[in-house]
Nanobody
Framework: QVQLVESGGGLVQAGGSLRLSCVVSGHTFSVYNMGWFRQTPGKEREFVAAISQNGGDTYYGDSVRGRFTISRENMENTVYLQMNSLKPEDTAVYSC?????????????????????WGQGTQVTVSS
């Protein structure tokens, strides 16, 4: 059974940085495209970033492009989300997700319906 466990969330002041990690177990990590999504109460889940199986392609949501960086270490079964220049509006529960298959467009990666497995999420709170 595939399991995803996020860590690295917390409280940070606006302008600060956090690095989220997501460790995947139960299957060969390198077969999965990986994504990060976030959600706040009363709002729909929002696409943050995604990365292809070999790390060669990355995709970002408009609200985080230029501030966040997604990366992966296949030997460590881990995907990371480096978040810089954080804003109060970045406050949310951040979840990682795994998606099997081969995709080539931003729309493929940004739709949460394609992702097969999800983590429980980690809270990120940015104070003003």
């Amino acid at each position: 059974q595939v399991q995803l466990v996020e860590s690295g969330g917390g409280l940070v002041q606006a302008g600060g940085s956090l690095r989220l990690s997501c460790v995947v177990s139960g299957h060969t990590f390198s077969v999965y495209n990986m994504g990060w999504f976030r959600q706040t109460p009363g709002k729909e889940r929002e696409f943050v970033a995604a990365i292809s199986q070999n790390g060669g392609d990355t995709y970002y949501g408009d609200s985080v492009r230029g501030r966040f960086t997604i990366s992966r270490e296949n030997m460590e079964n881990t995907v990371y989300l480096q978040m810089n220049s954080l804003k109060p509006e970045d406050t949310a529960v951040y979840s990682c997700a795994a998606m099997s298959g081969y995709y080539w467009s931003h729309s493929d990666y940004s739709g949460d319906q394609r992702y097969n497995y999800w983590g429980q999420g980690t809270q990120v709170t940015v104070s003003s």
